[in-house]
């Protein structure tokens, strides 16, 4: 219960790995506030979390629509008094084409979710923190934020850019007593990764690029935010906590045989 008598809002809560934050923030006995483009399956979500004895509240609202983002902070604050943590996860990987193929529509819908509707919902949150006396601010990025993936660049770009912007906030809003960091999760069993999760061929694909080979699990994403929130991480701020099982910076095994057997050849040849 590190989080009693918390108020958390968590952007994109109504499945996916938001869902797993939903539910882990309320373990803690945090009241969570449920926001997603769909209102129904925020009140399931809602109804779930109920059960665990703390105070919930759906809120419809698309991230990338300032006004939607400040009705959407006005009544959680009207309804709780106060905003003590937000997770910005609402994201959105809509397709996958190279970068001559990607129409001016694709790119705004990806970058208007992703990073514009990261920045609204911090300014809107950060206003009501700077009120109240400081807060903690989790901004959901990406392992693709850092190793960029071919297929997926506005994707690509919109993690990256979450990850300077909760620098910056950090450099800001440390006066405000607002800590700011962000989680960068590699690939993960759950959520937008769900529909290939039978697919045997992809699944090993993918598991080949991670050093632990095997996807993340949700709840170890979870776990970080909770950490974040926590009074555990009080000194960290501006930073992003990698949780990808060693996948950035990794190559996989063929390209170090590669390099040892140029290796090798060099050495024989001073
Ligand atoms: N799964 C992974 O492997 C992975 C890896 C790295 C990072 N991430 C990041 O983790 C976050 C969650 O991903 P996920 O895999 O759980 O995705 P997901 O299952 O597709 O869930 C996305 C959530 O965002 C909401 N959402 C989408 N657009 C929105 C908008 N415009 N306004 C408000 N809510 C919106 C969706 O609800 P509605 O449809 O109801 O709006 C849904 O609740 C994303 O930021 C993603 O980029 C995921």
Same mark, same amino acid.
């Given at each position: ?8 809002? /968590?952007t ?6 938001? !869902? ?5 923030? $309320? ?6 506030? /449920? ?6 399956? =925020?009140?399931?979500? $809602?109804?779930?979390?109920e ?7 759906? *809120?419809? =609202?698309d991230?990338?629509?300032s ?24 994201g959105v990987?809509?397709? *996958? ?11 705004d ?6 990073l ?7 300014? =809107?949150?950060? !206003? ?14 990406? $392992?693709?934020? *850092? ?5 997926f660049l #506005? ?7 979450v990850?300077?912007?909760?620098r ?5 809003w440390?006066?405000?007593? /607002? +800590?700011?960091?962000?989680? $960068? #999760? ?6 937008m990764?769900?529909p *290939? ?13 991670? #050093?632990?080979?095997? +996807? ?8 970080? =935010? ?6 555990e991480?009080?000194?960290i ?15 996989p ?18």
């Amino acid at each position: 219960m590190r989080l009693k008598g918390k108020v958390v809002l /968590i952007t994109g809560s109504t499945r996916g790995i938001g !869902k797993e934050f939903a539910m882990g923030f $309320a373990k803690e006995g945090a009241d969570v506030i /449920i926001n997603g483009r769909n209102l129904e399956k =925020a009140k399931a979500v $809602a109804k779930e979390i109920e059960s665990l004895g703390v105070k919930t509240m759906t *809120i419809g =609202a698309d991230v990338s629509i300032s006004k939607d983002v400040t009705r959407m902070v006005e009544e959680a604050a009207h309804s709780f008094g106060r905003i003590d943590i937000l997770v910005n996860n609402a994201g959105v990987n809509p397709f *996958i084409l190279e970068a001559e193929k990607i129409k001016e529509e694709g790119w705004d819908q990806v970058l208007d979710v992703n990073l514009k509707g990261v920045f609204l919902c911090c300014q =809107a949150v950060g !206003k009501k923190m700077i009120q109240q006396g400081g807060g903690r601010i989790i901004n959901i990025s990406s $392992a693709a934020g *850092i190793l960029g993936e071919q297929g997926f660049l #506005p994707y690509c770009v919109s993690k990256a850019g979450v990850m300077i912007l909760s620098r910056i906030l950090a450099y800001e809003w440390s006066r405000y007593n /607002i +800590l700011v960091n962000a989680i $960068a #999760p590699g690939f993960v069993a759950g959520g937008m990764n769900a529909p *290939i999760l039978n697919k045997e061929i992809l699944v090993s694909g993918l598991t080949q690029q991670v #050093p632990l080979k095997r +996807l993340g699990k949700p709840e170890e994403i979870v776990k970080i =935010a909770l950490f974040l929130a926590s009074e555990e991480s009080s000194y960290i701020n501006g930073t992003t906590i990698v949780a990808d099982g060693g996948m950035t910076g990794y190559h996989p095994v063929g390209f170090l045989e590669l390099i040892a057997e140029m290796m090798k050849k060099k050495s024989q040849n001073p």
